[in-house]
């Protein structure tokens, strides 16, 4: 009898004990990025690990749920659909999902899984297809106040406006067709010699907003990615309204508002108003390079005053301005008489923590068949 005892108690030990149920797992072994890219053709939206792989989400899930310790959670269908969701239990599937790749070794060797993808095979398309709206803040950086005056002139009103912030100034951009992903071209228009560029960080709302406070505004943003501000300085012609600035004209053309290469989401990115470092190159050269202290305006002013205008909804971008260094004021501040971007040039805009945009700039084609009622060339009427 003491013998029997004996050897169901070393079957007991020995026979592992049934798994318990567990709960959705609570973070992520690795930072990750949410981008949109073409996979068979098709739009499809992907994790982003290291800056280098892509997970399509739809076909890891499936995979993740071939194990019975898991229940369905459909995948979103898009970006939007993934930011209205991420705070209300998704980012926790998307979580097992980078666990379980990881934890299994699928994402190089001979046990990489079909649904891994390097970024290069893809193409990489603008996160959110498309943004509801798009606000930017104008000058809203010390280093980027009347950058073509003189020094004197110059400094004198980045000192009134240290003393007389006022509140933030924002416009519209537009969104489909203004917003491109990273490689695609910038295409200048006809006739549109003075192209310059601004790079930017962009916001990305999470939740909806209207009345936030500064102090509760990092709770509404869902992430961050890099934006550049492509801006046309050649006005509008004389006559006509008499209005003296025209931003339809100086920020809606087509391609002018290139987003990507992918999200950051603020759980793996932190607080941009402490770490924020943005930089532009053309050709190679760095023009701009810019830190959040160089900021007039912070990011969570920004949504209170735009917030206080309209709803900010889920999947809506704020961009937060740019730093001196623009081709507007070449002239004064490098000595550069004719910097505006050219055919052929490569636009690198950068943010530490989140990504490169690389963006060839192209000639747009010669219209035909017009009336004389378009936006005519810059030559025509400036010098």
């Known amino acids: 009898m003491r013998r029997i005892l004996i050897l169901a108690a070393i079957i007991l030990l020995l026979t592992p004990a049934p798994q318990q149920a567990q709960g959705p797992a609570v973070e992520s072994v690795e930072p990750f990025k949410v981008g949109t890219f073409d996979i068979h053709g098709v739009p499809h939206v992907g994790l982003v690990l290291r800056d280098s792989l892509v997970i399509d989400i739809e076909v890891a899930a499936l995979a993740l749920e071939s194990h019975p310790e898991y229940s369905h959670v459909p995948m979103p269908e898009d970006m939007l659909e993934l930011i209205g969701r991420w705070d209300y239990g998704l980012k926790y599937r998307l979580f097992e999902i980078v666990n379980y790749v990881v934890g299994n070794n699928q994402l190089s060797g001979s046990g990489r899984a079909s649904y891994v993808y390097d970024v290069g095979e893809l193409r990489t398309r603008p996160p959110i297809l498309y943004p509801g709206k798009v606000l ?5 950086f010390y280093s980027h106040v009347d950058e073509g005056a003189t020094p004197e002139a110059r400094a004198a009103e980045m000192r009134r406006r240290r003393e007389e912030r006022g509140v933030p100034y924002l416009f519209l951009k537009p969104s489909r067709g203004a917003v491109i992903g990273n490689g695609d071209p910038i295409v200048i228009p006809y006739g549109r010699d003075r192209t310059d560029w601004e ?3 962009g ?13 509760d505004a990092q709770d509404y943003v869902f992430g961050y990615m890099v934006s550049i501000d492509v801006s046309d300085r050649g006005g ?7 209005f003296p600035q025209d931003w339809f004209v100086g920020k809606g ?7 990507g290469p992918w999200i950051a989401p603020k759980e793996f990115y932190g607080d941009p108003m402490a770490n924020l470092r943005q930089t532009l190159s053309v050709g190679g050269q760095t ?8 900021m ?8 209170e005053y735009a917030s206080s205008i309209i709803t900010l909804y889920p999947g809506d971008v704020i961009n937060n301005g740019t730093s001196g260094g623009t081709a507007a004021g070449a002239a004064d501040t490098r000595g550069e008489e004719d910097r505006y971007l050219k055919p052929g040039e490569v636009v690198e805009a950068s943010i530490d923590g989140i990504g490169t945009l690389r963006m060839p700039v192209v000639a747009g084609e010669q219209p035909s068949g017009l009336t004389g009622a378009e936006l005519p060339p810059v030559s025509s009427y400036r010098e």
């Open 136 to 140: 930017n803040a104008a000058v809203n």
């Open 199 to 201: 790079v930017e960080l």
């Open 203 to 215: 916001a990305v709302i999470g939740r909806t907003a209207k009345y936030v406070s500064a102090n």
């Open 236 to 242: 509008r012609p004389p006559g006509g309204a008499p």
């Open 253 to 259: 053309h087509d391609t002018f508002a290139p987003q």
């Open 287 to 294: 023009l701009q390079e810019a830190r959040a202290g160089d």
């Open 296 to 303: 007039i305006h912070s990011l969570w002013e920004i949504v």
